[in-house]
């Protein structure tokens, strides 16, 4: 993500929602429960991110975090799929060189906190375009 070189994406890239409201032929009860379906799904898509890493579970982990990255890239949510992206790097450098049961857990302590923050953010951001009706 690059936020050490002092760049953040944006939270939300409307423009990724605008395409896919127009993929489903601007059908807005569709492209709503698209969105309130990521919405629904963070928690469960977080545990799963949390629990493979605190565990050791290296595959486990890589699905989780893949799962994390695409459907936020799916939704615009730039930010959240940018910090999936920098767990994804770590999960494949450091991770696969070392005992999954260290560097694993590890990882959790380094890059979860800012997940979840980013995620609950970018949850109310998507509920107030859903909202707005934009």
Request: proline share 4%.
């Amino acid at each position: 993500m690059t936020q050490q070189d002092g760049y953040a994406p944006p939270l939300l890239d409307p423009a990724v929602l605008e395409r896919l409201r127009d993929e489903l032929d601007d059908d807005d009860s569709v492209w709503k429960v698209f969105v309130e379906a990521f919405i629904a799904q963070m928690p469960l898509r977080l545990q799963r991110v949390r629990l493979a890493l605190t565990t050791g579970d290296q595959a486990g982990a890589m699905d989780a975090v893949l799962s994390l990255k695409t459907s936020s890239q799916m939704v615009g949510a730039e930010r959240l799929a940018a910090l999936a992206s920098d767990l994804e790097q770590a999960l494949r450098g450091d991770a696969r060189a070392e005992d999954p049961a260290v560097v694993l857990p590890q990882l959790a302590a380094d890059h979860l906190r800012r997940i979840k923050q980013c995620a609950q953010r970018t949850i109310y951001v998507l509920q107030d375009h859903l909202r707005q009706g934009q």
